[in-house]
């Protein structure tokens, strides 16, 4: 037999795992109700990961972060939103935003801002979706033009996860608009940019402590070489990041699943009535087991993508696609059960589980709808 791992965690990611775990049971579970009621950015949480450097674990050590591998960013993710889906969009949300940079940018505006990020002096957002441009992204409105040694931007984008509370914005505009698709660049903006402006807080479903607010762009004047890669590059370079983040997306709804699924066991074995637990009824077992059993399989498919993202394999686009539809979906049927099997009791705040249930419904929604996975997967498989 040879001396390697066949089919595991390589042990590397198993002690991340334990590490971010304690810290997340010590430091980020007990701000998660408080988070979700009051609708407060989970500040603590963020110092407790910064602490650890799990906020932004993905930035490669020569822009002075930890340098995780995409395998290893996934479990951290998967770990937080365990404790606090609001919290897991701070690592989540800083790979998301910064990944345009790393795919794409020039040496230069990789060193002036991915060691901030690294150093946790503000984070990244991705400005994409537009009010009027959600699935269909290519169709955005928002326009930067050439001016001598600057950019203006001028638009408005729409549904911008961690907005107000970002330092830095990756942001889609289009350069020129008869190019459709091949007319959209990146630019690096920043929140003290003149003309940059913020909506008020989305009222929403779930991850309540996680803000999601327009981003208005009023005559934003930035220099130059704040584009990402070359002009009329920036859809390419959005869906490569989506590629590669969909796997992140995947890795919250696991932990969000999985934190469902911990609470519910514990809770089936305590809970009595017809005078034993109710884990010792057969109806339950098979909830339980069936829990189980989509959300190991969600965790195969998503560790599978991730090690396609980190190798940055061709069929990436479909597995990064599969396994953040696969886990979503999975996450939403495990939340929901959870919710069933403490009855009463699951449907009142007094318990974590509705929480888990309602943030689950995003992991369905953005950075793709699932709708539109099933499309992307399916272009792929055609394509052959
Ligand atoms: N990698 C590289 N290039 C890609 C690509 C990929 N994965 N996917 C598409 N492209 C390229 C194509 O090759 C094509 O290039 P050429 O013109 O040079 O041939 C170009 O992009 C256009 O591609 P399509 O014709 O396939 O584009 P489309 O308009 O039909 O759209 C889509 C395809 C898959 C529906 C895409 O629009 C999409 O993914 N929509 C969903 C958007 C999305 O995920 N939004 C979420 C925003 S992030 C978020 O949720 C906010 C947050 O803060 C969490």
């Given amino acids: 037999m040879a001396d390697f791992d066949v089919y595991r965690l390589p042990e590397d990611h198993e002690t991340i795992r334990a590490a971010v775990r304690e810290i997340c049971d010590a430091r980020v579970a007990p701000h998660a109700a408080e988070a979700d009621e009051t609708g407060t950015f989970p500040k603590a949480s963020y110092d407790a990961l ?41 690592p989540a949300v800083n790979k998301l935003g910064t990944m345009p940079l790393i795919l794409a940018a ?52 729409r549904w911008i996860t961690n907005a107000g509370e970002s330092e830095y914005y990756t942001v889609f505009a289009v350069t020129d608009p ?39 762009f009023d005559n934003v004047r930035i220099p130059a070489d704040r584009i990402i890669g070359a002009e009329g590059t920036g859809f390419a370079t959005a869906m490569q990041t989506l590629d590669h983040t969909r ?17 519910a066991l514990s809770y089936a074995k305590e809970r009595k009535q017809f005078g034993k637990p109710i884990a010792d009824f057969q109806g339950l077992q098979f909830m339980l087991a069936d829990m189980g059993m989509k959300l190991e399989a969600a965790r195969q498919l998503t560790y599978a993508a991730a090690g396609k993202s980190e190798r940055g394999d061709a069929d990436l686009t479909y597995f990064g696609a599969a396994a953040k539809c696969f886990a979503s979906d999975a996450a939403m049927e495990i939340t929901t059960d959870a919710v069933q099997i403490l ?12 929480r888990m249930m309602r943030d689950a419904k995003i992991t369905q929604i953005y950075e793709g709808t699932n709708q539109v996975q099933r499309i992307v997967m399916a272009r792929q498989l055609l394509k052959g």
């Fill in 178 to 216: 008869a190019a459709r698709s091949r007319g959209i660049s990146a630019f690096v903006v920043e929140k003290s940019d003149a003309g940059v402006s913020f909506g008020a807080p989305e009222k929403k479903l779930g991850i309540k402590g996680s803000p999601t607010r327009e981003v208005y």
């Fill in 247 to 263: 796997v992140t997306i995947a890795a919250q709804a696991l932990g969000i699943a999985q934190g469902a699924l911990d609470f």
């Fill in 50 to 90: 910064r602490a650890s450097d799990f906020h932004a674990p993905h930035i490669p050590v020569e822009y002075g972060g930890a340098g995780a591998d995409a395998l290893a960013t996934a479990i951290v993710i998967e770990e937080v939103a365990r404790a606090c889906a609001s919290s897991s969009l701070i």
């Fill in 343 to 354: 009855g009463g009791y699951g449907y009142t705040r007094d318990y974590p589980v509705e």
């Fill in 106 to 157: 020039s040496e230069d505006l990789k060193q002036r801002y991915l060691p901030k990020v690294a150093a946790g002096e503000g984070m990244f957002s991705y400005c994409l979706s537009e009010p009027e441009a959600g699935s269909d992204a290519a169709s955005m409105t928002t326009r930067a033009v050439r001016d001598g040694d600057h950019w203006v931007l001028n638009g408005v984008k």
